[in-house]
């Protein structure tokens, strides 16, 4: 009796952490999820954070990895197969449930890069034809519908997304990002990601 009742109590707390409009198959894909996204989905190790970030962004994205589009040896070795399954409404309701976590920085790039990092960001770089990223990713790096947030993602992912654009990589949509990236040496690169990590 003692165990059935303790069973039922951790079930209890695994449903209210699930949103109520949740079923069973949902929550279980969030599990599925989180288990390398890391639990309320801000990040862990080589799984970049999700909560927060823009809904349609997260949808593309889905749909990319599902299609085989966005095929980096990151996204082909653990998010092909995490996709392989997902009907689209569930695609669409996973999207919405991370975009709604509240999303915490990673705060892990290097501090004395970070103000060469925020010039770059908000004034582009005019002589070698670099963009301000703030003009498409917003002042505060937050994004708006497919045009990812940046603010906070951990220095790593950053790094390592603004490297494979040169690569011959292909994300889940045509962007601009390629030409973007190609412009920007390797000293740039870890001055974006550096600054763009501690942004909230
Ligand atoms: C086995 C580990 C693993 C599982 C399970 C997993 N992911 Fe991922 N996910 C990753 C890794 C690693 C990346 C980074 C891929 C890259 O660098 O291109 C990623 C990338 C993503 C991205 C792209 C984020 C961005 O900022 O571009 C989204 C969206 C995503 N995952 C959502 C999900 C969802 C939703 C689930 C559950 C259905 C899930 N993931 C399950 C490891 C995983
Ligand atoms: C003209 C608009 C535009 C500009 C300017 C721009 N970006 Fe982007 N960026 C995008 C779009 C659109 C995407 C989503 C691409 C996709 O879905 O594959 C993106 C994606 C990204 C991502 C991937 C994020 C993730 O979660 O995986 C990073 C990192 C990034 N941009 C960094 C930058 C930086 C740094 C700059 C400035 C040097 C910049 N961008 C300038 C439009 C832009």
């Not at 601009?176 to 001055?191: G, I, K, Q, T, Y």
């Amino acid at each position: 009796m003692k165990r059935i009742a303790l069973t039922l109590a951790a079930l209890t707390v695994l449903l209210a952490a699930a949103p109520a409009h949740a079923g069973d198959a949902m929550s279980a894909s969030i599990r599925n999820c989180t288990w390398c996204h890391g639990t309320s989905a801000q990040g862990y190790t080589v799984a970049p954070r999700l909560a927060g970030q823009q809904a349609r962004y997260l949808e593309t994205q889905l749909y990319g990895f599902a299609t085989h589009r966005r095929d980096n040896p990151a996204s082909k070795q653990y998010m092909w197969n995490a996709t392989a399954a997902l009907k689209d409404s569930t695609i669409r309701d996973l999207a919405d449930y991370f975009a709604a976590l509240p999303p915490r920085p990673a705060n892990d790039g290097h501090r004395d890069l970070a103000g060469r990092g925020q010039a770059i960001y908000s004034q582009g770089i005019p002589e070698a034809n670099v963009a301000a990223c703030l003009a498409c990713h917003g002042p505060n790096a937050q994004g708006i519908r497919d045009i990812p947030r940046l603010g906070g993602l951990s220095y790593s992912y950053l790094k390592q997304r603004l490297e494979q654009w040169n690569q011959g990589y292909h994300g889940a949509v045509p962007s601009p990002m390629p030409v973007v990236a190609r412009s920007l040496s390797a000293d740039e690169v870890e001055a974006l990601a550096s600054y763009l990590s501690f942004v909230r």
